[in-house]
Nanobody
Framework: QVQLVESGGGLVQAGGSLRLSCAAS????????MGWFRQAPGKEREFVAA????????FYADSVKGRFTISRDNAKNMVYLEMNRLKPEDTAVYYC??????????????????WGQGTQVTVSS
């Protein structure tokens, strides 16, 4: 069983930055595909970024490409989402997700078995 706990959300002005953290327990992140998703009020949960368990491969939604970076710290068993040049449309609850080394379909929420509780990100204009 994998437990995920997000932190780092908050209120930031447009153009600012935040770093979200996801602490994993129960399994090492080096063996997990990790993803970040978000859900805004009244909208469906959408893919943001993912990192496959193998090698350095990362994947991003077009809406965040060039602004967000997903990274992994194996020693701390953590995954991060660095968010820069934030926009009001980035406002959402952000969720960390994990699955056991599938290496494919990482932009689909149905791929993931484990989810965190979410952390709120609010970007003011």
């Amino acid at each position: 069983q994998v437990q995920l706990v997000e932190s780092g959300g908050g209120l930031v002005q447009a153009g600012g930055s935040l770093r979200l953290s996801c602490a994993a327990s129960g399994r090492t992140v080096i063996t997990l595909d990790m993803g970040w998703f978000r859900q805004a009020p009244g909208k469906e949960r959408e893919f943001v970024a993912a990192r496959g368990w193998y090698g350095p491969s990362t994947f991003y939604a077009d809406s965040v490409k060039g602004r967000f970076t997903i990274s992994r710290d194996n020693a701390k068993n953590m995954v991060y989402l660095e968010m820069n040049r934030l926009k009001p449309e980035d406002t959402a609850v952000y969720y960390c997700a994990a699955t056991g080394g599938r290496g494919a379909g990482l932009s689909r929420s149905t791929t993931y078995n484990y989810w965190g509780q979410g952390t709120q990100v609010t970007v003011s204009s």
